[in-house]
């Protein structure tokens, strides 16, 4: 049998991004020790490439803004298929969560008389992303993670990834992990686990996120029985790089809209004055005369029509495209060296409002945004969908599992905010972790069946096995003819027929993929590393090309060209996966509980 290393705690924590951090300190100060197990080194997930901001509804620079309107909004951007309790609570909670990272050393932007300033950002109707420069995900994780380290019952387990979750009876008690760098295997034990693994990107060929963001979280509870929920609603962020190469994907801050960016195809034309939703009329500027007063803080200006939500950004630009009006690779141009026209100091300003796209576009791409527009298109950004959750504890349907952040779904409906996740990570991190806590005292310490972890190890170290065997390949194929495939088959514009041609290329990818190689050994292998995040990959691709199946209508992030509008029939429920008997993906259809209705009112009052 495998030799492997054993640990105990209360409350396990994989990932260590904002919604880990939060949640492990949230277990440790209600009492709980928690393990703190991250795929990358402690710093470096995903979260610190968040930019634009949090949202919350502090009123500082509007003070017509209030948790109220908040809620509405993100209501409004989720097409109200939204867990209404989990968009009250984030409403209410995030100024506080805010306030706590300030308390806790954030330095953030700072208004003229000293207050947390607030921006602009696509959806929200007034200024309300906290922000620290362009550069708001990095103070984030800084904030958390020296806090972190002084508190005692919290240990960290860095470069390790988890690969399994263990039950006892009906809930998990623990997870089999493996060593980056050395390829030992650990076996931790606890009464209560909480992922907060991220997204899903690395399943697309082009993506802003990370190399982590392989779906681990999600497939480790789809694995173990839990619900997973609307994983159809993928959100393609409008503004990721297409030129150059050295920085194809990488995103381009919704800040940068926020700070007057604009728009324009290969004529120079703002096209998006072209398609206003009848929903957004009354809240955004016909012309550039008020969009741009709106940018520079006037209270009765109506905002730039480039701060429409993403799904819409996104399919404008798409259309653009289609129609041969688009940038000679296959974007469009986001603009804000045009506000030199305006402010006399303006190339100053862009560099104090947006430190790191202009460093980072100069540096990577010899590109001045001070001087030239950026060439963009929609990239791989954000799953709204994931694992199905309490909204007031983040419990999922297998007790002792919680999850938060972005492998959680419920908060942000069809369609996500910008800004609403850095706050999402905070509220529902520390939620997470105060029930994780609560529920783990309760239980008695079961022990995991003797035989699962073997049967893991056995199973994780067989790609080494197959070196000689006929019809072995690389992992690294796999994962890429996955990626191309899912992007053109299930990407931003969806149709039948291309789905299920998917699903059948999903089957293929699955036998290739019980058939991968992996040359070397096992300390700090890419290619074993890769082999391992195939299975993840493939559950959540499939749950991705079911769930757009299913749904046939177009609702914020997901777009059908053979079904371009909405039905109400499916305003009414969630669509939820689970896996089944023989191990096959189970579809079905929860309906959404009716709406509270003090909540209700604040809605229709909004309008």
């Keep these: 049998m495998e030799s492997f290393k054993q640990f105990d705690h209360d409350v396990l924590v994989i990932g260590a991004g904002g919604a880990g951090l939060r949640a492990a300190i949230g277990a440790a100060e209600a009492g709980a020790s928690v393990g703190l197990i991250c795929k990358s080194l402690l710093g470096k997930a995903h979260t610190v490439m968040a930019e634009g901001g ?124 493996y060593d980056r760098e050395r390829g030992e295997f650990s076996v931790f034990t606890a ?86 939703p009848e929903n957004y009329r009354a809240q955004t500027a016909d012309n550039e005369e008020e969009g741009w007063r709106y940018v520079q803080g006037d209270k009765n200006a109506r905002r730039p029509p480039e701060l429409l939500t993403r799904d819409h950004v996104a399919r404008c630009i798409m259309r653009e495209v289609r129609e041969g009006r688009g940038s000679p690779h296959g974007g469009v141009f986001l603009d804000i060296s045009w506000i030199k026209t305006r402010l006399k100091d303006g190339e100053a300003h862009i560099k104090k409002k947006l430190p790191s796209m ?63 996740s850095l706050s999402d990570l905070v509220v529902f991190g520390k939620r997470a972790g105060e029930a994780a806590a609560a529920y783990a005292t309760k239980q008695s310490r079961a022990s995991a069946p003797q035989d699962a972890p073997a049967q893991v190890m056995s199973e994780a170290l067989s790609p080494f096995a197959r070196g000689k065997e006929a019809g072995a390949e690389s992992s690294f194929q796999v994962q890429q003819d996955l990626q191309t495939m899912m992007q053109s088959l299930v990407g931003i514009v969806r149709r039948e027929d291309e789905m299920k041609k998917a699903l059948d290329g999903l089957e293929e990818l699955k036998r290739r993929a019980a058939k991968v190689a992996v040359p070397g050994g096992r300390e700090f292998n890419p290619g074993w590393h890769t082999a391992l995040d195939l299975g993840n990959l493939l559950a959540v691709s499939e749950a991705v090309t079911r ?20 039905d109400p029939v499916f305003s009414k429920f969630n669509i939820l996966l689970r896996r089944g008997d023989n191990g096959e993906m189970v579809v079905s259809r929860e309906n959404i509980p009716e709406m509270r209705g003090d909540l209700k009112q604040i809605v229709e009052e909004q309008k």
């Design 547 to 566: 769930s757009a199946l299913e749904r046939k209508e177009s609702r914020g992030g997901h777009f059908r060209d053979d079904y371009p509008e909405k």
């Design 54 to 177: 949090m949202a919350a509804a502090m009123g500082n620079v509007d003070d017509r803004d209030n948790w109220q309107v908040h809620f509405a909004d993100t209501m409004r951007g989720g097409q109200y298929l939204n867990n209404w309790r989990m968009a009250e609570l984030h409403a209410k909670e995030a100024p506080d969560r805010v306030r706590e990272l300030e308390a806790w050393g954030a330095v953030f932007d700072r208004t003229e008389d000293g207050r947390i300033l607030q921006r602009n950002f696509g959806g929200h109707r007034y200024p309300r992303l906290a922000h620290v420069g362009d550069r708001t995900g990095l103070e984030m994780i800084r904030t958390l993670q020296d806090h972190l380290v002084y508190i005692q019952n919290i240990q960290v387990y860095m470069e390790s990834t988890v690969i399994r979750l263990l039950k006892a009876g009906d809930r998990v008690n623990g997870v089999v992990a």
């Design 358 to 420: 202009y460093h980072q576009f100069k540096q990577l791409a010899d590109i001045d945004i001070t001087k030239e527009p950026m060439e963009i298109g929609p990239t791989t950004h954000y799953v709204m969908g994931g694992i199905r959750v309490d909204g007031d504890t983040q419990m999922s349907t297998v007790p002792g599992l919680f999850a938060a952040g972005e492998c959680a779904a419920g908060l942000h409906g069809a369609n996500r905010l910008g800004g609403n």
């Design 191 to 276: 009464n209560a686990v909480v992922l907060a693994t991220g997204g899903i990107g690395r399943a697309f060929s082009i993506t802003s996120n990370s190399w982590e963001y392989t779906g681990d979280g999600h497939s480790l509870a789809y694995n173990a029985g839990a619900a997973l929920q609307d994983m159809e609603f993928v959100q393609f962020h409008p503004t990721g790089m297409v030129w150059p190469p050295s920085v194809k994907g990488v995103l381009v801050t919704e800040g940068v809209r926020g700070e007057g960016g604009v728009l324009r195809n290969k004529d120079g034309r703002r096209f998006m004055f072209d398609d206003i």
